[in-house]
């Protein structure tokens, strides 16, 4: 080969390798100025984020950046490689509530973000994460409704039950009591025991295997007094005939719905007061304690001195407070005298009456706040163990439709 041909050869290869040099190097360049907006609009009332990082992902290199949040801050911005990222946040929330705050999780997440141009920007909606969260009450319909004619209709009173954790839990086994004693009523019962249980004679339990009954989170599932269409007998009424649960009553108001499961009564008949005045809560019992179990080893003997000067005696059950997750007082609203929970269980009250006997509580629920949402999009409700802060009293019951 000629010379000259070599050192046109030469220079060829150095200009392609030159070339190709710059175009590897524009493309490890190519890098985006992005913006992340973060939007706190499902969270509701005073909160303050803190220690909030956003990691980003690609997930082709699986090379993650991460980029800081400031407090207080809307937006956070960072540089990134060309490529798909999956951006996870999470950050520590308080809440305040009542004028104390209330320490959860705050998170977001969001897949297939295409990164490819010199400024990107893109959203995260937060979502509410509590480690502690469980089922809770959501709704109690207790008043029952009055028919067209104004007569009183008791059969569709119902309990509707909220998962409010980011976890599927599982209904199978819950028990659902409420109290012997009246918070209308004040009395200095023997042996006081409140502080360490809660006193019921009327306990149910919803059956199943342990793993029969899945509850998604954010979802809710209803537990009927009678798990009928009471709009058949009464106009104002509303169809409980697909209710996940009914109650097992006494005989003479009992109406079986052969296509929903019943609840197992552990003792006697768990019979809504329409007023209110009693306090109600759901727990579990601890493994390997089966109800007869329980009756064993908590029956006791409660007195109190009546306003005639006499010795009352009655016999209840104790249920431990550590065996409890939610409970609620629930009164009237000129007529509450006490809480009959320890206060580490509920240190307030609701209602749907405003007086004794009040012929206007018909129809009205008492319905537990929403005060953000979780990862699905479904509703975090809100449960300071204050249910005066934590429910709406006298609302319109929402299976009312």
Same mark, same amino acid.
């Given at each position: 080969?000629?010379?000259?041909? =070599?050192?046109? @050869?030469?220079?060829?290869?150095?200009?392609?390798?030159? =070339?190709?040099?710059?175009?590897?190097?524009?493309? $490890?360049?190519?890098?985006?100025?992005?913006?992340?907006?973060?939007?706190?609009?499902?969270?509701?009332?005073?909160?303050?984020?803190?220690?909030?990082?956003?990691?980003?992902?690609?997930?082709?290199?699986?090379?993650?950046?991460?980029?800081?949040?400031?407090?207080?801050? *809307? +937006?956070?911005?960072?540089?990134?490689?060309?490529?798909?990222?999956?951006?996870?946040?999470?950050?520590?929330?308080?809440?305040?509530?009542? #004028?104390?705050?209330?320490?959860?999780?705050?998170?977001?997440?969001?897949?297939?973000?295409?990164?490819?141009?010199?400024?990107?920007?893109?959203?995260?909606?937060?979502? $509410?994460?509590?480690?502690?969260?469980?089922?809770?009450?959501?709704?109690?319909?207790?008043?029952?409704?009055?028919?067209?004619?104004?007569?009183?209709?008791? #059969?569709?009173?119902?309990?509707?039950?909220?998962?409010?954790?980011?976890?599927?839990?599982?209904?199978?086994?819950?028990?659902?009591?409420?109290?012997?004693?009246?918070?209308?009523?004040?009395? *200095?019962?023997?042996?006081?025991?409140?502080?360490?249980?809660?006193?019921?004679?009327?306990?149910?339990?919803?059956?199943?295997?342990?793993?029969?009954?899945?509850?998604?989170?954010?979802?809710?599932?209803?537990?009927?007094?009678?798990?009928?269409?009471?709009?058949?007998?009464?106009?104002?009424?509303?169809?409980?005939?697909?209710?996940?649960?009914?109650?097992? =009553?006494?005989?003479?108001?009992?109406?079986?719905?052969?296509?929903?499961?019943?609840t197992i009564n552990v003792v006697g008949n768990l019979l809504m007061h329409n007023q209110g005045y009693r306090s109600f809560v759901m727990g579990r019992l601890p493994e390997g304690t089966d109800a007869a179990k329980f009756?064993?080893?908590?029956?006791?003997?409660?007195?109190?001195?009546?306003?005639?000067?006499? +010795?009352?005696?009655?016999?209840?059950?104790?249920?431990?407070?550590?065996?409890?997750?939610?409970?609620?007082?629930?009164?009237?609203?000129?007529?509450?005298? @006490?809480?009959?929970?320890?206060?580490? =269980?509920?240190?307030? @009250?609701?209602?749907?009456? $405003?007086?004794?006997?009040?012929?206007?509580r018909f129809n009205k629920s008492i319905t537990r706040k929403t005060i953000g949402a979780l990862d699905n999009g479904k509703p975090f409700l809100k449960d300071t163990n204050n249910s005066t802060e934590d429910f709406t009293?006298?609302?319109?019951?929402?299976?009312n439709k």
């Amino acid at each position: 080969m000629k010379k000259s041909s =070599l050192i046109q @050869w030469f220079f060829f290869g150095l200009m392609v390798f030159s =070339l190709s040099s710059c175009m590897k190097d524009e493309f $490890l360049e190519s890098r985006s100025n992005v913006t992340i907006e973060v939007d706190k609009s499902s969270i509701q009332g005073e909160y303050k984020i803190t220690n909030a990082t956003i990691s980003l992902q690609e997930i082709n290199s699986q090379v993650t950046t991460a980029a800081t949040l400031v407090d207080g801050a *809307d +937006t956070a911005k960072t540089s990134l490689s060309y490529g798909t990222y999956t951006a996870t946040l999470e950050g520590d929330i308080s809440m305040k509530i009542d #004028g104390t705050d209330k320490k959860m999780k705050v998170k977001a997440r969001k897949s297939g973000i295409v990164v490819n141009a010199e400024n990107t920007t893109f959203t995260l909606q937060t979502f $509410l994460s509590d480690p502690t969260a469980n089922f809770v009450f959501k709704e109690i319909f207790f008043t029952g409704t009055s028919t067209p004619e104004g007569k009183l209709y008791n #059969g569709d009173k119902y309990f509707l039950i909220h998962n409010n954790s980011s976890d599927t839990l599982y209904a199978d086994g819950l028990f659902f009591a409420h109290s012997d004693f009246l918070t209308i009523t004040k009395r *200095d019962y023997t042996p006081d025991i409140m502080n360490e249980a809660f006193s019921s004679g009327d306990i149910f339990m919803i059956p199943g295997t342990g793993k029969q009954y899945p509850v998604n989170p954010g979802e809710d599932f209803v537990i009927a007094n009678n798990a009928i269409n009471h709009k058949e007998s009464n106009a104002n009424s509303f169809d409980l005939s697909k209710a996940d649960f009914e109650n097992e =009553l006494i005989g003479t108001i009992n109406i079986d719905n052969p296509n929903v499961p019943n609840t197992i009564n552990v003792v006697g008949n768990l019979l809504m007061h329409n007023q209110g005045y009693r306090s109600f809560v759901m727990g579990r019992l601890p493994e390997g304690t089966d109800a007869a179990k329980f009756k064993q080893d908590n029956a006791y003997t409660y007195s109190y001195i009546a306003a005639n000067g006499a +010795t009352m005696k009655s016999d209840s059950f104790k249920i431990p407070n550590n065996y409890i997750i939610d409970a609620v007082n629930v009164s009237v609203k000129s007529g509450f005298e @006490w809480l009959v929970t320890a206060n580490t =269980l509920d240190m307030g @009250w609701t209602y749907a009456g $405003l007086v004794k006997v009040d012929k206007e509580r018909f129809n009205k629920s008492i319905t537990r706040k929403t005060i953000g949402a979780l990862d699905n999009g479904k509703p975090f409700l809100k449960d300071t163990n204050n249910s005066t802060e934590d429910f709406t009293p006298a609302t319109s019951p929402s299976l009312n439709k």
